[in-house]
């Protein structure tokens, strides 16, 4: 039986109070209430740990990344935990869908701008969805991964670490799309946690990021790249139907600044994947994958070759 760690040691929230246990697993399981300790200890998590998670279709993306000998989140998390004990480390959450880009892939569920752009007759108030405030953060807790949305368009991300109690256990993470920056309060938490990070979403170099992350800026994002230099950064990449063709651009930029790069290949909406490239274009992107360092290429060619 095919267990993940993740039943045992982390949870995702999501805005509208929606409970995940990874940010993988396709419907939510329960109703935030406030109460961040009682999370694993519910019916829902329990069921989970005594499931094999290779039946669950909820599961599926890992286990295709597992069959096309990629190195799946569910194996990075029983690396890094196990399940002798219940207890939250690892913490995701997204206050809200606030987000200022509609980028191509993304939808209403990460972007309320996206919601305004399918819905003109709301309000940006209606088309902002959020979550319960945490009540405490539990001790246990040694890792959190801030999503969005975007979380630094709010203070919440600060309101959340001035309740950690002990910020030198604490690594800290940002998905971010790079069009906002820090204010100085968040520089002083953050230089008292044990570590930062800050993944900064760029899916191509310059005016193909413009185009294909509706409204972000270019010049904007270095300049936030250019005053979170003293934290880690990681800029990672969503490969699909629109930006492929730029990879070796973007490739040649972060090659020259010495950024840690990491990509992944978009599955939903089916309509962008790579796989519906016509043969003549998916030629091309193969000899690109061969001749320009993008990373996790063995996983793309495979993930092509199933079109």
């Known amino acids: ?59 599926s993306k890992c286990m295709h990344e597992e069959a096309n000998g990629k190195e799946s989140l569910r194996q990075q998390f029983n690396k890094q935990y196990n399940t002798e004990k219940i207890q939250l480390q690892y913490f995701e959450v997204g206050f809200d869908n606030m987000c200022d880009l ?59 670490l001035q309740k950690v109690k002990n910020l030198k256990q604490l690594e800290v993470i ?3 799309n790079g069009m906002h920056k820090l204010h100085q309060d968040d520089i002083a938490i953050l230089k008292k946690c044990k570590s930062v990070k800050f993944i900064v979403s760029i899916d191509g170099y310059n005016k193909i990021n413009e185009a294909v992350r509706s409204n972000s800026v270019w010049n904007t994002i270095l300049e936030t790249l250019d005053q979170i230099k003293e934290f880690e950064i990681v800029i990672h990449t969503t490969i699909h139907k629109n930006n492929w ?52 290429s063995k996983y793309i060619k495979e993930h092509l070759n199933v079109g």
């Open 245 to 296: 063709h730029g990879l070796p651009a973007l490739e040649s930029w972060i090659t020259k600044n010495n950024f840690n790069w990491t990509t992944n290949v978009l599955t939903y909406p089916e309509k962008l994947n790579v796989v519906n490239l016509d043969n003549d274009d998916k030629t091309v992107f193969l000899t690109m994958l061969d001749t320009y360092n993008i990373p996790n």
């Open 102 to 160: 509609a980028c191509d892939g993304c939808w209403k569920e990460w972007s309320h701008t996206w919601a305004l752009k399918d819905n003109p007759h709301l309000s940006p108030k209606q088309a902002i969805v959020s979550t319960t405030e945490i009540d405490e953060v539990p001790d246990s807790v040694n890792k959190v991964l801030f999503l969005g949305g975007e979380p630094l368009i709010t203070n919440r991300h600060r309101k959340f």
């Open 174 to 176: 940002y998905n971010t």
């Open 1 to 59: 039986m095919k267990q993940c760690a993740a039943f045992w040691n982390h949870t995702n929230l999501r805005s509208g109070d929606r409970i995940f246990p990874c940010c993988r697993f396709k419907k939510p399981i329960q109703k935030f209430d406030g109460n961040l300790s009682a999370v694993l200890e519910s019916n829902e998590y329990e069921n989970l740990r005594n499931s094999d998670v290779s039946t669950l279709p909820e599961c």
